[in-house]
Structures are given as structure tokens and as C-alpha cells.
């Protein structure tokens, strides 16, 4: 089939490659422009554009989609089939009614659950147990359209957001390639959402970062998890900021400890509340590097009854 595909972070790129594997012929990219990326500020295009341009497809980065460039370009090359992967921005109706078989999209969720911009962070954040990937015809909502297929997936009890990124990255280039191949096949049943069963992914920010002790383990490790690699959940220690990487649940809880006390050393366990506590194997100080925290206590002397804010 004839595509154009639309996509622009390191999440997409793997179905590039999978969809040239399967014989299509990937007439066009979309992707977002450029944007300066570093301390100096480089201008740096994004990951699906260099793959694109690393397999000779024509690149497109328009910064609108409803100056009447975007279309232009669809109406040229009349796709198939339009494919979208985080791609970033909205697409008006016109571009969504040009291809033959319009505009197919691939979710990082089991729609309509996580509709948004963070649907992975937000699954592990929520402590759900399973994800998945989704394809959906594209309609003028916000990742409101018929459900084509789906993948199912099982979030491991300790992994982290970044983790779950790269696997469902691969399962999204699968399902898009038996997609198509569905819809070639005249295959596809598509079905229609059940809104009530909606819940939306909003945007992370680092307002999100900030710990409360007084939560549960559980609820604390799923932040830290869910935050990782980015934004990345924070506490405070001895008046700096400490980032929170990596985590576990523990069984050595103190009653009698106040909520963020550090109650042991080894393995480094901070009281929560609830009666709970956790664990914090990956930390990262102001200024330093990531490191398991027994090797930033060999180097910084922490006692027992410090309390993390």
C-alpha cells in the first residue's frame, strides 16, 4: 500500500522500519520541525525524521496543519492510507477524509482507557496491571475513533514508564503491520468506543515530581516508576532535591517512624504511610550523576531518623 506516515519521537520509529519490511511503500513523513535540543541549544531534528531520511523518504515538517500545505501534500501523493503514531498535533478533517481508507492511528493504550498525551506514564502511575497498543480509524476527536485492533500487554509490578515505552514501541510496529494487512484483506470490524469507559492521560509536568511521605508504598512507588526516565519523582533531603529513579516496596515497616524517616541503611527504606515503607535502590543528587544509593551512601553519610520531605 501506498502510506503516508506521521509520527515524530524514538516511539514511532520501529514501525518505520517494520512497515518497509511488510512491502509497503512509504511515499512520505511527516514529523514536527526541528527544535533546539542540549546546553548549546543545537537544532536537532526528531527521531522519525532521521530514520525517514536514513531509508530516502521525503520528509515534511510543516509547523500547521490547516495552512493548506499539509493537504496539498496529501492530494499529490493520494495515499492509501495515512498511518500516525505521535505524531503531535491534530489533524483537521480534510486531511483525515484524503486517503482512500483515511488515517490510522496506533494508541499506547487498550482505548478508551488513557485517551491523551501520556497514556504510558499514566498507566504505570495508576498501578494498572495490563496496557496494550491500539489501532483506531482517526476521527476529529481526541483519540475518539473506531477501535481496529488490539494488543494486550502485562505491566511487570517494578517497571518503570521508560521500560514500558520501548516494549509497547515494538508491539505498536507489529499491530500496525497486521493492521494494514487486515484492512488489505478486507478484514477489519471496526468498534465503536464506549465512552463511559473513557479516562484521559493528561500531559506530564514536574509539578507532578514532589513526593508525599504520607501516601501509601504502593502509591509512591508507582509515581517513581511512572515519572521515569522523565519528569522524574523528587524528595527533598537535607535541603536539595534528591530524584527518585528506581524503587521497591518493603516489608520493613516502622510504626513508630515518622512518614519520609529514613528507618535502614542497608537496603536504604524510608517510612511511608499506611504503615508502609519503600525502598529507593536508583537515586540522583543535585548536580551528580544516577546511582544505586549504596553507592551515594559510600560517599555521603545519611543517618537513621533523617526525614525526606
Excluded at 523528587?234 to 528507618?263: F, M, P
Excluded at 504511610?273 to 543528587?285: F, K, M, R
Aim: net charge negative; with cysteine; aromatic share 4%.
Amino acid at each position: 500500500m501506498k502510506l503516508i506516515f506521521m509520527g515524530t519521537p524514538d516511539f514511532a520509529v520501529p514501525a518505520i522500519d517494520a512497515l518497509i519490511a511488510a512491502g509497503h511503500d512509504i511515499a512520505a513523513v511527516f514529523s514536527q520541525p526541528d527544535k533546539p535540543k542540549g546546553r548549546g541549544y543545537t537544532l536537532t531534528p526528531p527521531p522519525v525524521k532521521v530514520r525517514a531520511l536514513e531509508h530516502g523518504i521525503p520528509v515534511w515538517q510543516p509547523a500547521s496543519m490547516r495552512d493548506g500545505e499539509a493537504l496539498k501534500i496529501f492530494e499529490e501523493i493520494q495515499p492509501d492510507v495515512a498511518v500516525v503514531i505521535a505524531y503531535g498535533r491534530i489533524l483537521p478533517k480534510e486531511i483525515l477524509d484524503t486517503p482512500k481508507y483515511g488515517c490510522i492511528n496506533v494508541h499506547a493504550s487498550l482505548l478508551p482507557r488513557y485517551r491523551g498525551a501520556a497514556p504510558i506514564q499514566w498507566s504505570v502511575i495508576d498501578g494498572e496491571a495490563v496496557t496494550g497498543v491500539t489501532t483506531q480509524q482517526m476521527d476529529v476527536g481526541l483519540d475518539t475513533g473506531d477501535i481496529l485492533m488490539t494488543s494486550e500487554t502485562p505491566i511487570d509490578p517494578d517497571e518503570t514508564a521508560g521500560e514500558l515505552h520501548d516494549r509497547l514501541s515494538e508491539m505498536s510496529a507489529k499491530l500496525i503491520v497486521d493492521t494494514l494487512a487486515a484492512l488489505e484483506k478486507g478484514e477489519l470490524h471496526p468498534q465503536k468506543q464506549d465512552d463511559a469507559q473513557s479516562c484521559y492521560a493528561r500531559m506530564l509536568t514536574k509539578e507532578l515530581c514532589a513526593v508525599d511521605w504520607q501516601k501509601d508504598a504502593q502509591t509512591i512507588h508507582n509515581q517513581i516508576r511512572g515519572l521515569s526516565p522523565w519528569p522524574v519523582a523528587v524528595a527533598v533531603l537535607e535541603g536539595k532535591k534528591l530524584k527518585l529513579h528506581r524503587s521497591a516496596v518493603s516489608d520493613l515497616s516502622d510504626d513508630n517512624a515518622r512518614c519520609g524517616e529514613v528507618i535502614c541503611l542497608e537496603p536504604f527504606t524510608v517510612q511511608c504511610g499506611n504503615h508502609t515503607a519503600i525502598e529507593l535502590l536508583e537515586i540522583q543528587a543535585e548536580g551528580k550523576k544516577r546511582m544505586t544509593t549504596q553507592d551515594y551512601l559510600r560517599g555521603h553519610k545519611i543517618a537513621l531518623g533523617t526525614v525526606l520531605q
